[in-house]
């Protein structure tokens, strides 16, 4: 029988992993997710695998994690994919696209309709692993300095979005500003925006918006935003391959956990927003016409663009072409008649 030492001296040393992270630890949901990852894989894996989390407010790169993992600097990220579209246009569509999915619909995209698949082949190359590891849910449209009648009031302002939505806007007459979240107010206070896209009431609430930009509108652009874990792909490989499993089912975990947690704490903060009098309105018709036409006309630009990214943009509009009449005659139909 083994004694108490010697049990000790057989137990494996945990392999540790570093991982650096895109958001400020003061924004819910969004640091939360990393957390959750980062928790649930030490957890399953009784310890034999921990990540320690990095914020922005350590490593000060929260746009810069893609190359980051391609450089040693760390082992993983926690970030999201239109970030480094500019790296991989095809990546871009992972994150968000307007009028497109939403957080149920984009991971059975993901699980059952190839675009896990397709991800992975995306960045193989890379020498990354991507996961999907946390969802926003719907992200209303922006916070505004003024107020918007018809699509001409979108010309000329200045607004903090990233990725393939920012694109939309500048069709539409918008300048995009691409911010890391953490300097949005700060920008809003020097004048440098007009507008902002953040994420969602339960992040916006944290942020000192309103003084600037009384006006904020309902979504129309993000269904959902997807946040990533990017891995280093010769060091999960090397992992023992039950550890594989637990970082990819730790991943979906806490995408899953963040949908539930998002959807509690939007609800609790758009109420709180109402009560101090914020009104959240819905963006004019005229304004969604123009938005959904520019959309379109930007998914043909991308596509002609670049191959990949017209593998991706036909394999999200195959399967929304395969889900969107249930979602609408079961999902849809339930919340009309609740």
């Excluded at 692993?129 to 000329?156: C, H, I, K, N, Y």
């Excluded at 304004?287 to 191959?307: F, G, M, V, Y």
Aim: aromatic share 8%; hydrophobic share 45%; proline share 7%.
């Amino acid at each position: 029988m083994l004694g108490i030492g010697a049990a000790w001296a057989q137990a494996p040393t945990p392999i540790v992993w570093r991982m650096g992270t895109s958001w400020p630890t003061s924004l819910p949901l969004l640091h939360e997710s990393a957390v959750d990852f980062a928790e649930t894989v030490k957890a399953s894996s009784g310890g034999r695998l921990v990540i320690e989390v990095v914020d922005p407010a350590r490593h000060g790169k929260p746009a810069g994690l893609f190359q980051a993992v391609r450089d040693g600097q760390f082992d993983l990220v926690h970030t999201t994919a239109q970030y480094y579209a500019d790296a991989v246009p095809a990546i871009d569509f992972f994150t968000a696209v307007p009028f497109g999915l939403t957080a149920i619909e984009g991971h059975a995209w993901l699980n059952e309709g190839g675009g896990q698949v397709l991800f992975e082949s995306l960045l193989a190359p890379y020498g990354i692993v991507p996961l999907a590891a946390g969802d926003t849910g719907v992200q209303m449209g922006g916070w505004f300095a003024r107020e918007l009648r018809s699509p001409e009031d979108l010309r000329g302002v200045r607004i903090r979005v990233a990725g393939f939505p920012g694109r939309v806007l500048a069709r539409a007459g918008a300048v995009p500003v691409n911010l890391p979240l953490g300097q949005i107010a700060a920008a809003f206070a020097e004048g440098r925006i007009d507008a902002a896209d953040v994420v969602g009431p339960a992040v916006d609430a944290q942020l000192p918006l309103a003084q600037y930009a009384p006006y904020y509108y309902a979504p129309w652009h993000e269904p959902d935003v997807v946040l990533h874990v990017f891995l280093d792909q010769k060091k999960f490989t090397a992992l023992a391959p039950d550890l594989q499993q637990i970082v990819r089912h730790s991943a979906q975990a806490a995408a899953l956990r963040s949908i539930a947690r998002a959807q509690d704490r939007n609800a609790v903060a758009m109420q709180g927003l109402q009560a101090k009098g914020i009104r959240i309105r819905p963006l004019p018709l005229k304004i969604l016409d123009a938005l959904k036409k520019a959309t379109t006309e930007e998914l043909e630009l991308s596509r002609a663009r670049d191959s990949d990214a017209a593998r991706v943009i036909d394999s999200l509009a195959n399967y929304r072409a395969r889900i969107v009449q249930y979602s609408r005659q079961a999902d849809g139909q339930m919340m009309d008649v609740r």
